[in-house]
Every structure is written in structure tokens, then in C-alpha cells.
């Protein structure tokens, strides 16, 4: 991990937020490359979850809401963790941290046995809307997406026109006041989520939830975790909540161990018959063919934006052996992305700098690329040096143009270029009016 998050920072896809006046726990700023590798997660998500079917639409809600939402989702009363103080060191503990040795509570910060009684500390960030600081004006940042696509499924379903079962998706920012924030920005007070509500007939739930779960690990597989890092953890009654019928966490194998990705769940009609009581609303389904109305249940995935994104680098991260400038092997850091997922999808390098006819070259390639991908013009140093900087932020691809290119020694490799894999090293000449065809094949 040390490893990953140096990388991050050094080429900025990760840092702390507020650095410069010494960070801010749980709450991370996502550089010029994170920003692009978050980008094309989301996107992809949004890809396959909502415009590749005809049973998704999506939305954007709002992240404040009228706080009679936490109240009715039970968010207020219940959405806590049981915390211990330690008396000695005046540490603030989870009670599930807490070392129990034979019967005896231990604080694991100082050893001290002086413990409190476990105490619920609710997880949701408090605000006030206008200009009164009040309880009547109080509400809180949302700890999570779903609540927006309940509370709007009515006006969603009249406007989409949609048939049971449909889903409404969601990305968007959630906030949890996290008590320990830890393993760099797996658990952070301030994430995304990307969260698909899938409603459907009370009899079709079990049935989704094994069907969600089996799209979800081909999703996965499909942005370059490999199937062997991830596991399933079917999660046991007494960990689920009391309206929850069945629900798996699809967990990645993390350099810190086997955490949670996403949770995939089977919420029952929970949801929307909590929001139909306490808003008086009907948020019923009216069946056209058996000419009922009922509440419809729903089927949660719910994957988190910043945990993946570090699967995604702790999967990509690699050092291998590479020849040198003389020959000589070296070590090499490389991020082995999926070129789907690349921040940069294409270094664009022209032999020499200082050679007008290879640098116009080279930059009418950035032309001819640049509305079909992100491409990185770099002409400074050696060209190894420069493929060694594009293969540490994970480029898939490197153009060069070289004196071949301008047809200097064999006239039938005028206008080709070197395409470089960044995984095998192995070089190959490409005409260039086929490049993008060929890079698109792997990006898209
Ligand atoms: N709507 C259901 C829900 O929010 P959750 O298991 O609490 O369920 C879903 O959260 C996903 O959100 C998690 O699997 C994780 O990927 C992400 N997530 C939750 N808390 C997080 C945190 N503190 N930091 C980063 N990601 C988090």
C-alpha cells in the first residue's frame, strides 16, 4: 500500500485534501489522473447499468434533502455504530475494535481497561438549510444515494413509463462522519456511489438478486479485476438489517485484506412503504394486466466509486524488468489498466524534438486522436524515458513518429508510426489513417 499511495501522489491521482493546512481525515482530492480514471469508471458504469437496457433509466438527485427523508428511512434513529471512550487515553473506539481478553475489555490504543458503555454515534453529517440554525431548519448530507431514486420512483415511473421490473441509477457524492477512516481512501467520510434500485414483484426478488449479483462480477471482470481477487460473502441474517431478505457483498482481495466493494441487497419493499407512510403519497405500482396496486419491492446493487478506483490501481499496480537507455535491465513501475479504464489511452511522441517535420507529424496525430480519446503529447528526454513515464500512469498505447514515418529510408513506410503495448513492450508499425480504429477496438 505505502507503494500505491506514494505513486498516487507523485503522479497525481490521489492526495489529501487541505493539504497545505495539514489534510483533513477521511477526505481526499482526486488529481489530473484520478479525475480521469474516476471518470471512466463512472461513465462505463453509467454505460453498461443504463444505456445498454431497456429497464434502467437514471437521475441525479439532490444532496440535501428535507430531513422527514433520514426520518422516514430510519436513517435518523438507527444509522450509527456503537462507540466505546476510553477513559485512560480518551481515544473514541468502535465497540468492534474493542480487544476482548478473556472476558476483560482492553482500549488496543493504550491497553487501558477503563471502557464506557457502547454508545450510539449516528454517522450522518448535520446542516442547516437558510438562515436560522435551528432543528426546524436542521437536515443532514445524504449518507447515501438510494434515498433520492425512493422518494422520486413515483414521478420516475410516470415519466419513464416504465413496466415492472425496472431499475433507476444513480451516481453521486454520499457523506458518512466515519469515526475511523483508514486504509487510504477506502473508508473516507466524503465518497461516490453508484447505486442501481431495481423494483420488481415480491416473487421475482430472490430470483434478481442472484441475476444482479452475476452482472455485477461480469462488470468487474469487464474493467480488468480478475475474477480470482474478488469474493462473495453472502451476508449472514444477523448482519443484515431487519427488512433485508438476502444480500452479498462482492469483496476485492486489497493489499490490507478482504474488504467490501459493493453490497448487492435484496431490500424488500421496505423503502417505499416507509416514504409511502410518512409522506401520505402513494407510492404504489398499479399493475395494468391484473389490475393491481401494490408496492414493489427492489433489488439493490450499491458499489462504491473511490473503493473501486483503488481496486483498480492495487489491481494494475506491477513492477517488472525493462531494458534501459544502454540495454541494461532495470526495474519498472507499471499500471496495467484495462484500456478501458486508462487515464490516458495514447502517448503521442515525436523521435526528436528539435526535428519541425516529426513534431508537425506527430501533432497532427494529436489531431486526428483527440475526439475519439484523452492522448498525451510528451516530446521531452529520451524516448524510453518518456515510454517508462506513460507506462507508471498506466498509458495502454505509445505512437512515435520516427524518420520511417516521414518515408526517409523505405517509401512504403511513409506515414506508418511505432504502436508500443505498454504490457508486452512489443512495437509494431500502424498506417496511421488506421490508428484510431485500432485503438478504439481496445478502449471502448
Ligand atoms: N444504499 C446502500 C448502501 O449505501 P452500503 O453498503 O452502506 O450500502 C454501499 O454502501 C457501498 O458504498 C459500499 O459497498 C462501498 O463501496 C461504498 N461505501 C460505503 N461507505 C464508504 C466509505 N466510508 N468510504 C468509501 N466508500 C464507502
Not at 22 to 47: A, T
Request: proline share 4%; with cysteine.
Amino acid at each position: 500500500m505505502e507503494k500505491i499511495v506514494s505513486l498516487c501522489k507523485r503522479r497525481g491521482f490521489i492526495f489529501q485534501s487541505s493539504e497545505i493546512y495539514g489534510g483533513l481525515n477521511g477526505l481526499w482530492d482526486y488529481g489530473p489522473l484520478g479525475v480521469e480514471l474516476k471518470r471512466n469508471l463512472k461513465n462505463y458504469w453509467w454505460r453498461v447499468m443504463v444505456h445498454e437496457r431497456d429497464d434502467v433509466v437514471g437521475m441525479d438527485g439532490s444532496i440535501l434533502m428535507n430531513r422527514a427523508v433520514w426520518k422516514a428511512s430510519g436513517h435518523e434513529e438507527t444509522f450509527s455504530d456503537p462507540m466505546v471512550d476510553c477513559r485512560s487515553c480518551k481515544a473514541r473506539l468502535r465497540a468492534d475494535q474493542v480487544i476482548d481478553k478473556k472476558g476483560v475489555r482492553q482500549c488496543p490504543n493504550c491497553g487501558g481497561k477503563d471502557l464506557t458503555e457502547p454508545r450510539a454515534f449516528n454517522l450522518m453529517f448535520k446542516t442547516y438549510v437558510g438562515a436560522t440554525e435551528d432543528e426546524s431548519s436542521m437536515t443532514y448530507l445524504r449518507p447515501e444515494t438510494a434515498q433520492a431514486i425512493f422518494v422520486q420512483f413515483k414521478t420516475v415511473l410516470e415519466v419513464s413509463r416504465k413496466k415492472l421490473p425496472f431499475g433507476i441509477a444513480q451516481v453521486g457524492k454520499a457523506f458518512r462522519n466515519e469515526i475511523n477512516p483508514r486504509n487510504f481512501t477506502f473508508r473516507s467520510r466524503e465518497f461516490e456511489q453508484m447505486e442501481l434500485e431495481y423494483f420488481c414483484r415480491a416473487e421475482e426478488g430472490m430470483l434478481l438478486l442472484d441475476y444482479w449479483l452475476k452482472e455485477r462480477l461480469k462488470f468487474y471482470e469487464r474493467i480488468g479485476i480478475s475474477r480470482g481477487k474478488l469474493h462473495v460473502r453472502e451476508v449472514p441474517e444477523e448482519e443484515r438489517a431487519f427488512y433485508s431478505k438476502a444480500n452479498y457483498d462482492i469483496e476485492y482481495d486489497f493489499p490490507f485484506g478482504l474488504q467490501e466493494l459493493e453490497g448487492v441487497a435484496y431490500r424488500t419493499d421496505y423503502d417505499l412503504s416507509q416514504h409511502q407512510k410518512a409522506s401520505g403519497k402513494s407510492l404504489e405500482y398499479f399493475d395494468e394486466e391484473t389490475k393491481q396496486k401494490f408496492i414493489p419491492h427492489v433489488v439493490e446493487p450499491s458499489a462504491g466509486v473511490d473503493r473501486t478506483v483503488l481496486a483498480l490501481i492495487c489491481e494494475a499496480y506491477a513492477e517488472d524488468q525493462a531494458p534501459d537507455e544502454k540495454r541494461k535491465m532495470e526495474t519498472r513501475v507499471v499500471l496495467r489498466f484495462h484500456p478501458r479504464m486508462a487515464p490516458i489511452k495514447c502517448g503521442i511522441f515525436p523521435l526528436l524534438k528539435n526535428n519541425a517535420q516529426l513534431v508537425e507529424k506527430a501533432k497532427e496525430i494529436v489531431d486526428l486522436l483527440r475526439p475519439h480519446m484523452y492522448v498525451f503529447y510528451d516530446e521531452s528526454g529520451a524516448i524510453g524515458r518518456r515510454y517508462r513515464r506513460q507506462d507508471e500512469i498506466g498509458t495502454p498505447f505509445g505512437v512515435t513518429v520516427d524518420f520511417e514515418t516521414l518515408g526517409e529510408k523505405d517509401a512504403t513506410l511513409r506515414n506508418t508510426v511505432t504502436l508500443r503495448d505498454r504490457d508486452s513492450m512489443k512495437q509494431r508499425r500502424v498506417a496511421i489513417g488506421e490508428l484510431a480504429g485500432t485503438l478504439l477496438a481496445d478502449i471502448t
